[in-house]
C-alpha cells in the first residue's frame, strides 16, 4: 500500500497569510494527487486534482504542485472561510490512501 | 445538480450488520464509477471500497473484505454498501462519492453515521 504523509498535523495562520501544506508518498506517484478541503461536520470537497489542476468553482487562491512523491498545498492568502482539514489522496493505485491530514486553524 | 443522499445508517451491536444505501441524482449514474469512504470519529479519511459503472470491477479494501460487499441498482439510481460481522472500528461517517474516472471523488454525500456498540 501507498503510504501518504502529511505535514504538519495542524498550524496556526492568519487571515491574509500565505499557507504552504505537504505530502509525500511513500512510492513515486508522477502526479496521481487529489486534495481535499473538510469543514467540521461537513462532507470532504476536492479542491485539486491531478497535483496542480483546479477543481471548477474552487478560488484561484488554492494552487497545487509537485510530482513523483512530493505535493505541496499553497493557498496564497488565507481567508476566514478557508480554516479547515485538509488531507491528500492518491489515486495512482489501490488501495487509495489519504494523507493524515492538516487543520488550519485561527 | 450532483445529488448523493445516504441513508441506512444507525446503532448495531458488535457482530451485527447494517446494509447502506446512496440515492443519486442530476447525472448520468451509470456513467460513473462509485466509492464508499468513512470516517472514524475524530480521525481522517479512509477509502472503503470502488465499483466501476457496471460492477464489473469491484476492490475493497483490506480491512473489510470479506465483510463488506458493494453493488449498485443503474435502474434505480442506487449505491449499496452491506456491511456484515461489524466491530468498533467499523464506526463512523459513512460517505458515498462519485468517482469521475481516474479515482477521483469528485462529488461526496452529506454521509451516514454507523455506531456499533453493545
Known amino acids: 500500500d501507498i503510504q501518504m504523509t502529511q505535514s504538519p498535523s495542524s498550524l496556526s495562520a492568519s487571515v491574509g497569510d500565505r499557507v504552504t501544506i505537504s505530502c509525500r508518498a511513500s512510492?513515486?506517484?508522477?502526479?496521481?494527487l487529489n486534495w481535499y478541503q473538510q469543514k467540521p461536520g461537513k462532507a470532504p470537497k476536492l479542491l485539486i486534482y491531478?497535483?496542480?489542476n483546479l477543481e471548477s468553482g474552487v478560488p484561484s487562491r488554492f494552487s497545487g504542485s509537485g510530482s513523483g512523491s512530493v505535493f505541496t498545498l499553497s493557498i496564497s492568502s488565507l481567508q476566514p472561510e478557508d480554516f479547515a482539514t485538509y488531507y491528500c489522496?492518491?489515486?495512482?493505485?489501490?488501495?487509495?490512501?489519504f494523507g493524515g491530514g492538516t487543520k488550519v486553524e485561527i | 445538480e450532483v445529488q448523493l443522499v445516504e441513508s441506512g445508517g444507525g446503532l448495531v451491536k458488535p457482530g451485527g450488520s447494517l446494509r447502506l444505501s446512496c440515492a443519486a441524482s442530476?447525472?448520468?449514474?451509470?456513467?460513473?464509477?462509485m466509492d464508499w469512504i468513512r470516517q472514524a470519529p475524530g480521525k481522517g479519511l479512509e477509502w472503503v471500497s470502488s465499483i466501476s459503472s457496471r460492477s464489473d470491477y469491484i476492490y475493497y479494501a483490506d480491512s473489510v473484505k470479506g465483510r463488506f460487499t458493494i453493488s449498485r441498482d443503474n435502474v434505480k439510481n442506487s449505491l449499496y454498501l452491506q456491511m456484515n460481522s461489524l466491530g468498533a472500528e467499523d464506526a463512523g461517517v459513512y460517505y458515498c462519492?462519485?468517482?469521475?474516472?481516474?479515482?477521483?471523488?469528485?462529488?461526496w454525500g452529506q454521509g451516514t453515521l454507523v455506531a456499533v456498540s453493545s
Open positions: 491531478a497535483a496542480s
Open positions: 512510492q513515486t506517484i508522477v502526479t496521481y
Open positions: 442530476g447525472f448520468f449514474f451509470n456513467s460513473y464509477s
Open positions: 489522496q492518491q489515486s495512482y493505485s489501490t488501495p487509495l490512501t
Open positions: 462519492a462519485r468517482d469521475r474516472g481516474d479515482d477521483t471523488a469528485d462529488y
